[in-house]
């Protein structure tokens, strides 16, 4: 922990958006896999979205595909999740992972930002 930092959470109402984003200054991470996964109270941390390297191919959950973005900008070595229509289930501690090899091993990973999606 510690090479990656995610910002951007925060309260929002339901059906709102976020945008989190997560710095990676290692120009070494412009070649990994990149990950975003969530952790709500009491649950195991569940993976959300993934992106490759070229930032073409791209893999949700179902339960936030079609509301959820992950993109990424080697050139700022920032990987976003862009979050439509959010809702209650949504509410976590989400984290941002580098998988160096694509093998779905994620090495490394951020402290989290809490994201509060409220009625």
């Known amino acids: 922990q510690g090479q990656l930092v995610e910002s951007g959470g925060g309260s929002v109402q339901v059906g709102g958006s976020l945008r989190l984003s997560c710095a990676t200054p290692?120009?070494?991470?412009?070649?990994?896999?990149m990950g975003w996964f969530r952790q709500a109270p009491g649950k195991e941390r569940e993976f959300v979205a993934r992106i490759g390297w070229s930032g073409y191919q791209t893999a949700y959950a179902d339960s936030v595909k079609g509301r959820f973005t992950i993109s990424r900008d080697n050139a700022k070595s920032t990987v976003y999740l862009q979050m439509d229509s959010l809702n209650p289930e949504d509410t976590a501690v989400y984290y941002c992972?580098?998988?160096?090899?694509?093998?779905?091993?994620?090495?490394?990973w951020g402290q989290g930002t809490q994201v509060t999606v409220s009625s």
């Open positions: 992972a580098a998988d160096p090899s694509g093998r779905r091993i994620y090495q490394y």
């Open positions: 290692g120009r070494t991470f412009s070649t990994y896999w």
